[in-house]
C-alpha cells in the first residue's frame, strides 16, 4: 500500500499540481473557460513558482517560451479559442524548441458550453508539428503534465497538453507525490536554432521531422499508450474522455488507449488492428485518429457511426456498436436556462439605452455577449476576443460614414486590453468614424472575475499598476474619449447620441464594476401595487429581479435585487421606492 496521500481533486486542479510537482518556474495564461482554474490552482503553489495573467494568449506563449529558453520549466494556458492567438508563437517555437520544458494547455470545449465554436485542437497541433499529450481523468492529468515536461526535454520539443470541459470540470482520485526541484539548465547562445529567420527555419524544419520521426518511433513504447486486451470480436482505439465512455459501454472489448495523440504510434495501432475482428476509432469532434489509421490502410469503423458534433456518452457508443441502448432512465424535463446579464449588471443599463435609440451593436466576447438575447437583443454580431472594434470600421469603410453613426462597438475592459486596443490603434490610424462602448466593469467577469492589466493586482495577488484606458485610447489617436456612469441614463443616453453623430472615431467608456465585486450591503427597493401603472417600463431591460403579478403589476425579489436603481428610473409614476440604504 502506498503512504502518499490521495485526494479528489478537479481535472483543472489536477493539471496545476501536476506542473507543480514537474517543477514548474514560470506559468502564463489568459482566462478562458474551461482552462481558467488551472492558474488560479497552480498560483497557490508559493515555493519556486510564477504565475500571470497575460493580456492574452499570445503573449502568455511568449513568456513560457522566454521562461524555456532561458532554462527553466515553463508553461502557458489557455481555451481552444485562445491557441488561434497564441499560434504565431507556437508555430515558430515548434522549429525553435526547447531549453527548459515546454508545454501549452489547451482546453476545447465540445459540447460548446462557453465558446464559439468546437474547434479541435489536435488539428491545430498537427498543423504546427506540436506533439500533443490527451489524459483520461485527474490521476492520468497530473501524471501526464509530468510526463509533458519530461519528453518535451528529452525530445526538444514543445508538447501540448489538450484537455476538455468533461475533464477539466470532473473529479478524480489522485496521489499526490513532492515537487522536483529541477535544476535550471544553462543558456547557450545558438542563433542557428533560436532567431527564426529564412535560412535558420530551413534547417530547423529538417531537425524537427527528424526528432518527430523519433518521438513517433519511441511512441509505440510509451507507457502512456497501452493495450488492453479482452475479447478480440471488438477492438477500440480512443483517448481522453472518450475512454471513460467505452469502458463503460463496452466493458468487454479489447482497447488501445492513446496518451499521446500526436504523433501517433503507427506499429503499436497496426499490431492491435491485426489482433481484432472488428475496429473502431471513437473520438471526439474530428476524425484525427481515424483519418491518419485509415491512411496507413488499416479498415476502421468511425465517424459514418458518430458525429463531430458535441460530446460522446456511453449510451450513445453502445447504441452505435451493439445496436442497443443503457437502460437508463429519460432525464426529467426541466425548463430551459438561457444565460441572462446578472440583476444589477451594468451592462443592462447600457444596452437599454443603445436599444432605445434604435441602434446596432457590433459585439465583442464577454458577459456583454449576453446583449444579443431577448428581451434586449441590441447585439448583432459576436466572432472572437476583440472583433467588435475591427467589425466596426470594416462596415465603415464598406458603407462610409452615415451608415455606420446607426452602429456602435461594444467590449469590456479585459477583452478591450487582449485585443480591442489593436483594432482602437487601427481604427484611428486609417482615419474611421465609429463610436466605441468600452464597458468597464473592472475585471474579467464572463469567467469568474480575475484581474487583468487595469484592475491594479495581478495572479499573484500583488498590488500592480492600473492601466489608464481613457489615456490608453488617446495615446493612439482617439479625441474624442468620454466617461460615464452606466446608470445614469440621461447623461448615457446624450453622450451615445453626440458622439455616433460624430465624422471621427470617439470612446464611451462605462466606468462602472461589476455588482457582483461588491462587498457592502446592497440597497433594498420595493413596488407598490396600488401606484403601478402597469406600463412595463421597468420590464423592458429584462432584469430577472422583476417579475409581474397576476393582475400585471409588479413586483422586486429582494432575494435577488441588487440595488441597482434602474427600475426605479424608469418608473415615472414613483411606483418603485428605495425603502432602505445601503453601502453602494
Not at 479541435?120 to 509533458?148: C, G, H, N, W, Y
Not at 515537487?179 to 530547423?204: F, G, H, L, S, W
Not at 482615419?431 to 474579467?444: E, M
Not at 469568474?448 to 495572479?459: R, S
Amino acid at each position: 500500500m502506498s503512504d502518499k496521500k490521495r485526494v479528489i481533486m478537479l481535472g483543472n486542479e489536477a493539471i496545476a499540481r501536476g506542473a507543480y510537482e514537474a517543477g514548474v518556474k514560470v506559468s502564463a495564461a489568459y482566462p478562458g473557460t474551461p482552462s481558467t482554474e488551472i492558474s488560479e490552482y497552480l498560483v497557490q503553489y508559493k515555493d519556486g513558482l510564477y504565475c500571470e495573467w497575460s493580456p492574452n494568449e499570445k503573449v502568455a506563449t511568449e513568456v513560457a517560451v522566454g521562461a524555456s529558453l532561458a532554462g527553466t520549466r515553463a508553461m502557458a494556458c489557455m481555451k481552444h479559442v485562445g491557441f488561434n492567438v497564441a499560434a504565431d508563437p507556437a508555430y515558430s517555437v515548434s522549429y525553435m524548441g526547447v531549453n527548459g520544458g515546454l508545454v501549452i494547455v489547451v482546453a476545447d470545449d465540445p459540447g460548446l458550453y462557453s465558446s464559439q465554436n468546437e474547434q479541435d485542437t489536435r488539428m491545430v497541433a498537427r498543423a504546427a508539428q506540436l506533439p500533443v499529450l490527451e489524459p483520461s481523468d485527474s490521476s492520468e492529468a497530473k501524471e501526464f503534465m509530468k510526463q509533458a515536461f519530461e519528453l518535451s526535454e528529452k525530445f526538444d520539443r514543445p508538447f501540448v497538453f489538450r484537455t476538455t470541459t468533461r475533464l477539466a470540470h470532473s473529479q478524480g482520485i489522485v496521489e499526490l507525490e513532492a515537487r522536483e526541484e529541477i535544476e535550471d539548465k544553462p543558456y547557450e547562445k545558438d542563433i542557428r536554432r533560436t532567431v527564426m529567420m529564412p535560412a535558420n527555419a530551413k534547417q530547423r524544419h529538417v531537425e524537427i521531422e527528424k526528432r518527430n520521426l523519433e518521438l513517433a518511433e519511441a511512441a509505440n513504447t510509451l507507457p502512456i499508450n497501452r493495450v488492453e486486451m479482452k475479447d478480440t470480436k471488438i477492438g477500440v482505439i480512443t483517448s481522453g474522455i472518450p475512454y471513460q465512455y467505452v469502458k463503460e459501454a463496452l466493458p468487454s472489448a479489447s482497447v488501445l488507449k492513446l496518451g499521446m495523440v500526436n504523433p501517433l504510434p503507427k506499429k503499436l495501432i497496426a499490431e492491435f488492428a491485426s489482433k481484432v475482428e472488428k475496429l473502431y476509432i471513437i473520438e471526439e469532434l474530428d476524425p484525427v485518429i481515424e483519418e491518419q489509421v485509415r491512411s496507413w490502410g488499416i479498415e476502421a469503423a468511425g465517424k459514418e457511426l458518430f458525429t463531430v458534433q458535441g460530446e460522446y456518452s456511453a449510451n450513445m457508443i453502445r447504441k452505435a456498436i451493439l445496436g442497443e441502448a443503457l437502460d437508463i432512465a429519460a432525464p426529467a424535463q426541466v425548463p430551459g436556462r438561457p444565460p441572462i446579464l446578472c440583476p444589477g449588471c451594468p451592462h443592462r443599463s447600457v444596452y437599454y439605452v443603445v436599444k432605445k435609440l434604435n441602434l446596432h451593436v457590433a459585439g465583442d466576447i464577454g458577459c456583454y455577449t449576453l446583449g444579443a438575447v431577448a428581451p434586449l437583443s441590441v447585439v448583432d454580431t459576436t466572432m472572437c476576443m476583440g472583433s467588435s472594434i475591427s467589425t466596426l470600421h470594416g462596415m465603415e469603410k464598406a458603407k462610409g460614414k452615415e451608415y455606420i453613426k446607426n452602429w456602435v462597438a461594444a467590449i469590456g475592459d479585459s477583452t478591450f486590453l487582449h485585443t480591442g486596443v489593436n483594432s482602437l490603434m487601427n481604427m484611428a490610424y486609417n482615419k474611421s468614424t465609429g463610436t466605441v462602448l468600452i464597458l468597464d466593469n473592472s475585471t474579467t467577469g464572463m469567467t469568474g472575475h480575475q484581474d487583468h492589466a487595469a484592475t491594479g493586482k495581478t495572479l499573484q495577488g500583488e498590488p500592480a499598476y492600473a492601466i489608464d484606458i481613457p489615456a490608453l485610447c488617446r495615446a493612439v489617436g482617439v479625441r474624442n474619449v468620454i466617461e460615464v456612469n452606466a446608470f445614469d441614463l440621461e447623461r448615457l443616453e446624450a453622450v451615445i447620441k453626440e458622439e455616433t453623430a460624430r465624422d471621427e472615431v470617439s470612446v464611451i467608456i462605462t466606468k462602472t464594476p461589476c455588482v457582483l465585486l461588491s462587498k457592502g450591503k446592497k440597497p433594498l427597493y420595493a413596488a407598490h401595487e396600488d401606484k403601478c401603472k402597469k406600463c412595463g417600463m421597468c420590464m423592458r431591460p429584462g432584469c430577472p429581479a422583476m417579475t409581474k403579478r397576476a393582475d400585471g403589476t409588479i413586483r422586486i425579489d429582494d432575494t435577488m435585487c441588487t440595488g441597482c436603481g434602474l427600475c426605479k428610473d424608469l418608473c415615472k409614476f414613483g411606483a418603485i421606492d428605495l425603502v432602505k440604504a445601503g453601502d453602494r
